[in-house]
């Protein structure tokens, strides 16, 4: 049955629902995207010009000179430094200590009358007149890179701790331990050996 229209209204008695309205064809296919406002401002920095790329002089601080540490410098060997002003004493040549060694614990011996730089893998160091180096093995790798110096001034036997991780230390015949500040010329106690972290060695002498 039709309802005298070219589209019927029913369908075997079954009312057929109106059709929905076709789609403008100007329209667009996809609704229109509303940009989302920004969730917050974003400024120029106090004292910056919207049009220079650069901050104004009077807001930049003077950078603070910063001095780099160095280490102090090694005991001079039999003498004292000449102090300015004061007139220079006779100097009193000390007995050197006969024949100085290091003795490591796998029996290697290096001599200690130069003085030496001692660590995992000794680097030169400034101001302390030692230019030999001394690797040392050490499995625990308790020794530092470049971990102390060793020499001998004033007929004793000094060492000085370059800021090691694991420190110098003065092992006494006793079993006392004394521990070497850094930086500063510790002297060898008489019979005592020298523990490089966990390194221990032996100083030998004639």
Known sequence: ?????????????????????LPNANASQEPPVTPEKPKFKIGMPPGMDVHLDTVPSTDVQTPVTVSKPEF??????????????????????????ANPRLVLPDGAVLPLAQGLIVGRDPQHQDGYGVSALA??????????????????????????????????????????????????????????DIRFGEYRVRVALD
Request: hydrophobic fraction near 35%; aromatic fraction near 4%.
């Open 1 to 21: 049955m039709t309802n005298g229209s070219e589209f019927p209204d029913r369908w075997n008695g079954t009312p057929i629902p109106p059709r929905p309205p």
């Open 72 to 97: 102090g410098p090694a005991p001079t060997p039999f003498g004292r430094p000449p102090v300015p002003g004061v007139p220079a004493a006779p100097a009193t040549r000390a007995a050197p200590a």
């Open 135 to 192: 690797p040392l093995h050490d499995v625990e790798r308790s020794v530092s890179k470049t971990h102390a110096v060793l020499g001998v001034s004033e007929g004793r036997v000094w060492v000085i701790d370059l800021n090691s991780t694991n420190g110098t230390f003065l092992i006494a015949p006793d079993g006392s331990t004394t521990p070497c500040p850094p930086e500063v010329a510790t002297p060898l106690i008489p019979g005592a």
